[in-house]
Structures are given as structure tokens and as C-alpha cells.
Nanobody, 115 residues
Framework: QVQLVESGGGLVQPGGSLRLSCAASGIIFMLYHKAWYRQVLGKQRELVARITAVGNIEIADSVKGRFTISRDNAKNTVYLQMNSLKPEDTAVYFC?????????WGQGTQVTVSS
């Protein structure tokens, strides 16, 4: 059974930082491309960052320079380091791992940026 479990969300003040983690089980994690998405209620889910199996990285323009994505294949974990957080970063953040027709999602973790 494949599981992606996100953690690290919470409430943070504007300008603060959070690190999200996504731990995977049931797949050969290092073979998969990984990504973080976010979704605000009533809006489409949007890509935040992704890292391919070979390490190519793409960061959304809205978070470039503030967010970084990394992975630790030995720990089957992908991370999203979020710095200089803004209220508009408030969303549910989802972890995604995909490889060809295989596409897996975590349950999401809430990030709220507010004073």
C-alpha cells in the first residue's frame, strides 16, 4: 500500500519559516518524481515546486527565492523549505509522487500565515 504522509504545517507569522516533510512508503521513492502543490478553498490546485528523479528542480514564480524543494532518498522523504512566508501562501499543501502512469498524493497539511 502506497502512502505519502505530509507533516510540518501550522500557523506562522508573516516573514516566518516552515519546513514541510513528506514521507513515502510502499514505492521505490528514488525512482519517482516529486512535487509540492497547494490549494486554497474554491481555487485550483497549483504547483509550488517539483524535483525530478534525477534532481532537476522547478519552482513556481510566486515562491521563487523563498521556497526550496529537496529530497532525501535514503529517508524516502521530500521537503519543502518555506521562508519569508506571506499571507497569500496560506493553503493546504499536498505532496505528490509520480512515475509514468503511477500518481500518488498525500492527504495535505494546512499552512496558515497570519499575524
Amino acid at each position: 500500500q502506497v502512502q505519502l504522509v505530509e507533516s510540518g504545517g501550522g500557523l506562522v507569522q508573516p516573514g516566518g519559516s516552515l519546513r514541510l516533510s513528506c514521507a513515502a512508503s510502499g514505492i521505490i521513492f528514488m525512482l519517482y518524481h516529486k512535487a509540492w502543490y497547494r490549494q486554497v478553498l474554491g481555487k485550483q490546485r497549483e504547483l509550488v515546486a517539483r524535483i525530478t528523479a534525477v534532481g532537476n528542480i522547478e519552482i513556481a514564480d510566486s515562491v521563487k527565492g523563498r521556497f526550496t524543494i529537496s529530497r532525501d532518498n535514503a529517508k524516502n522523504t521530500v521537503y519543502l523549505q518555506m521562508n519569508s512566508l506571506k499571507p497569500e501562501d496560506t493553503a493546504v499543501y499536498f505532496c505528490n509522487a509520480w512515475l509514468r502512469e503511477y500518481d500518488y498524493w498525500g492527504q495535505g497539511t494546512q499552512v496558515t500565515v497570519s499575524s
